[in-house]
């Protein structure tokens, strides 16, 4: 049995990953900002009341964990907002939201956890093939792919950074998932998404550390 945390663990991907890691029987440690009945009613430890955009917040997560080991992570959170190049000047605040937390939110959590992760465990980030730009044909969505292009980057930096402590580094794309961060728009259900995302996730080792694919397997361009 692990322990396995996931952040933004109240709705969406996030909450299905901690249901199906509970229901296989991992300790699963949720964090989010606000709990909601969907969570509370999982057999999970929640921690509400964390950003993983603010130091102090990020602080209290890792003291309410003194003396846990984490065999996994799931840098799950992540926001989505607009973007209209005619009004960029107007849109930089949901630019800057995007990058704090989708890019630097993954680094800030496991930086503030890194001495929780035990030798053997795992991090996956939750990102997206919109940050890949070989796979940009259709432009647009310059916040949201400017920031998963940047963790993406940061995530292979994490990789090497962690390999000599025995912890694997994941960048995981959930495809086009139907949540309310797409507007219940996209291919897949949460459900389908996260399944995929574990098995990816069990997968991942050390010789596979820093690698980017798609929850179905598939090895996606940078």
């Not at 322990?3 to 969406?12: E, I, K, M, Y």
């Not at 299905?16 to 900002?33: H, K, P, S």
């Not at 840098?75 to 607009?82: E, I, K, M, P």
């Amino acid at each position: 049995m692990a322990n396995v945390l996931v952040t933004g663990a109240n709705r969406g991907i996030g909450l299905e990953l901690a249901r199906q890691l509970a229901e296989r029987g991992d300790r699963v440690i949720a964090v989010c900002r606000e709990r909601s009945d969907e969570l509370s009613a999982l057999d999970a430890r929640i921690e509400s009341g964390i950003d993983v955009t603010d130091r102090d917040s990020l602080a209290d997560l890792a003291g309410r964990l003194d003396g846990v080991e984490l065999h996994g992570l799931f840098n799950n959170a992540g926001v989505l907002r607009s973007s209209d190049f005619d009004a960029l000047e107007d849109q930089l605040d949901d630019y800057r939201l995007q990058f704090e937390v989708n890019a630097l939110g993954p680094l800030r959590v496991t930086r503030a956890l890194v001495d929780r992760l035990v030798e053997g465990s795992k991090v996956a980030i939750i990102t997206s093939r919109m940050g890949s730009i070989a796979d940009n044909t259709s432009g647009g969505h310059y916040g949201y792919r400017m920031s998963k292009a940047a963790v993406n980057m940061g995530g292979v930096s994490l990789a090497h950074e962690l390999k000599p402590r025995g912890i694997a580094v994941g960048l995981l794309h959930p495809g086009y998932v139907q949540t309310d961060m797409t507007g219940h728009t996209g291919h897949v259900g949460p459900a389908e998404a996260a399944a995929g995302l574990i098995q990816r996730f069990d997968e991942l080792s050390l010789e596979s550390t820093g690698s980017f694919r798609h929850a179905n397997g598939e090895a996606l361009d940078w």
